[in-house]
């Protein structure tokens, strides 16, 4: 075998990719402030996010003088590591081992229970990521033999979680509560039994019927788990989260959710009963065998979600902004799906047809990207714009004539 065959399989494969317009490329793409970016040399308005206040483009600056109080209190007896702790220079850029080795830095505890109080759960664990705490946290709570009831349009760090888990999966229909009732009716009594679910489905930007899914669980002896990551910061008068926002709370079996979205930051967290806490300590496998998180990301998920609680105006505005601009795709004509938040597709259902609407909005200088199969179901791909607390309305119906142009263009509306 030469050197330029060894490779060939996957050659073929990408080619297949490519064949399907479902091949991915990376892009060079830097923040520019106020909902614009930088990608591949061109500025862009921003449509295609997950900073939903605008918190992760903005500078990150270390609270200093009056506003120091928002720095994490540290409960040492050792002055000079709470000094090292503090101060911005000292904050470690690396936490050295995993947590349950060297890597249990003060920030930790401290964040983690002034986190659980914000969320009203008795406490809240730290993960890597929002994929390391669905494969962490599924894969930990089931086994082979108990079952898991998911729905369709779950992230895909949810679908690995379960199949990491090895319990009898039942996908029911997207937020068809008939369809997981009589899922769960034929569900042997007694088994260990999860409903898992997106708060904010992350490509459709609709909400899950928490109540209903709450009042399901309870009926048929389940455990509830649900994903805030486009939820967290964003629902509920602080940002709780949508569980909260609708006085759910503890009914809630599980929360988790991610500091990569409307906090800006990185990580993610499972919040709960203690029990639950001390139990993915000693089994959660992506939270045992993983570097902790360098403090100085928690302590930044720290500054992030206390700007977020104390600037209640970077929620206002990104509904206001995700209303309107619904309403007004909408008006143009086009098809926005189930959307009910910021996230907003377009729906426009082959993958040639949404890739070349994305290519033209690029073109025009809007980011935004084209969702195909296999992250949405065939047939439905589409584009996703989702919105920011910082975007300007001027620069929005710039973009909405855009997009009408390049809708008429391709004959979508
Ligand atoms: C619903 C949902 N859960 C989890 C994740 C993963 O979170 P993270 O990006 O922090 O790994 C995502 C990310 O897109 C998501 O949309």
């Known amino acids: 075998m030469t050197t330029s065959d060894r490779w060939q399989w996957m050659r073929d494969e990408l080619e297949q990719l490519k064949r399907k317009a479902q091949y991915r490329t990376l892009h060079a793409t830097a923040m520019a402030g106020e909902g614009w970016i930088v990608k591949n040399g061109r500025s862009m308005l921003n449509l295609a996010s ?21 720095d994490l209190p540290v409960s040492t007896s050792d002055s000079s590591c709470a000094a090292d702790i503090l101060h ?47 494969i962490g946290i ?23 979680g379960i199949i990491l888990s090895r319990a009898e999966i039942h996908r029911y229909r997207h937020k068809d509560l008939d369809h997981l009732e009589s899922l769960l009716k034929k569900s042997e009594p007694g088994k260990k039994k999860l409903i898992v679910t997106d708060a904010v489905f992350s490509m459709d930007g609709d909400l899950a019927p928490l109540a209903e899914l709450v ?31 609708l006085g759910l709370g503890v009914r809630v079996d599980i929360q988790m959710g991610t500091f990569s979205k409307a906090y800006g930051v990185y990580g993610a967290y499972a919040a709960g009963d203690s029990i639950l806490i001390e139990y993915l300590i000693n089994k959660a496998r992506s939270f045992i065998f993983t570097t902790a998180l360098p403090p100085m990301v928690v302590q930044a998920v720290h500054d992030h979600w206390q700007r977020s609680v104390r600037e209640g105006w970077r929620r206002e505005q990104l509904h206001e902004k995700s209303a309107w601009f619904r309403e007004r795709l909408k008006a143009l004509g086009f098809d926005t799906g189930l959307s009910e938040s910021q996230i907003i597709p377009l729906m426009i259902g082959g993958n040639r047809e949404a890739v070349a609407f994305a290519e033209k909005l690029q073109e025009a200088g809007i980011a935004a990207v084209a969702i195909r199969p296999p992250t ?35 004959s979508i509306v």
């Open 50 to 70: 997950n900073d939903y206040l605008g918190l992760g483009q903005a500078p990150y600056e270390r609270p200093s003088g009056p506003d120091a109080e928002n």
């Open 88 to 134: 911005p220079s000292g904050l470690r850029a690396g936490s050295g081992a995993s947590r349950l080795i060297t890597g249990h830095d003060p920030v930790y505890a401290l964040f983690e229970q002034e986190f659980a109080a914000f969320k009203g759960t008795e406490g809240c664990l730290v993960f890597g990521s929002g994929y390391m705490a669905n």
């Open 138 to 160: 599924i894969s930990s709570i089931l086994q082979r033999g108990d079952e898991v009831f998911s729905d369709r349009l779950n992230h895909a760090s949810i679908v690995d």
């Open 215 to 245: 009042e399901l669980k309870e009926r048929y002896g389940a455990m509830l788990m649900v994903d805030e990551a486009h939820s967290g910061g964003v629902y509920g008068q602080l940002g709780e989260g949508l569980v909260h926002a």
């Open 376 to 410: 949405v179901p065939e047939g439905e791909a589409r584009i996703r714009f989702s919105l920011m607390a910082t975007h300007t309305y001027s620069d929005l119906e710039q973009a909405l004539g855009t997009i009408e142009a390049i809708g008429k263009d391709l």
